[in-house]
């Protein structure tokens, strides 16, 4: 568990100098660095997704996922639990729930999330992670810095999903072949582009409910 609460400390961290940056600048420039952080988020979604190894698998496991996570109104929840959060702890920052969400999804989806957890727990090998860490806390800087507060509290998804990837590498080593990770990866990218383009302020996507696709892509994946 050492490189997820590094990278927990690494995003905490990041967020809370973020959001000292934040209140040395106007409105207006907020918003236009909101707009870039969207645009760079969408280019490093293209990059993971343009790894595919075969773009069928990516349409009909998102449309699939797209079905589950509607149907269990994933984004629904995930929204609701960053209110009651917000709630909890008296939060008056409108942006709260928002940057909680993205945050949570920027740093969970991805193939070094899931490489590093199983290096960590397989091979007690933290490389993977502590570069993920360092990369993370820069991002929580930029995203920090236009979304608020709600990205701190985005370090407790890690711990839980990264921590529990980490506890259960070795019962999953087998299942997660290369093939399959890059299945995941490719389909967490077209996830990424869609935060992009909310954090942008170009088109809103229930993100969330999209999720079940990147299991559903890594399972069709291993069949493949």
Do not use: W
């Not at 190894?53 to 079905?67: E, I, K, M, R, T």
């Not at 509290?153 to 839980?160: D, K, N, R, V, W």
């Not at 995941?184 to 969330?208: Q, Y």
Request: charged share 10%.
């Amino acid at each position: 568990m050492l490189g997820t609460l590094v990278n927990v400390l690494a995003i905490v961290l990041g967020a809370f100098a973020g959001l000292l940056l934040k209140r040395g600048l106007p409105a207006e420039v907020r918003n236009l660095i909101m707009q870039v952080n969207g645009l760079v988020v969408i280019m490093i979604g293209l990059k993971m997704a343009l790894k595919s190894p075969n773009d069928v698998v990516l349409v009909v496991g998102l449309c699939l996922g797209a079905l589950i996570g509607t149907l269990l109104k994933l984004d629904d929840r995930l929204n609701a639990l960053g209110g009651h959060i917000k709630k909890a702890l008296r939060v008056q920052d409108s942006n709260f729930v928002d940057g909680f969400v993205s945050a949570s999804l920027i740093f969970c989806i991805g193939a070094m999330a899931i490489v590093g957890a199983f290096e960590a727990g397989v091979n007690h090998n933290y490389d993977v992670l502590f570069v993920k860490s360092t990369l993370d806390g820069i991002m929580s800087i930029v995203l920090a810095s236009t979304l608020g507060v709600g990205v701190v509290f985005s370090g407790a998804a890690i711990l839980i999903y990264q921590g529990g990837l980490t506890l259960l590498a070795g019962v999953l080593e087998p299942i997660l072949n290369d093939q399959v990770i890059a299945y995941m990866s490719s389909s967490g990218g077209l996830l990424i582009v869609a935060i992009g383009f909310s954090v942008a302020g170009i088109k809103e996507f229930k993100t969330a409910n999209l999720l079940p696709g990147m299991f559903v892509c890594g399972i069709l994946g291993y069949f493949v």
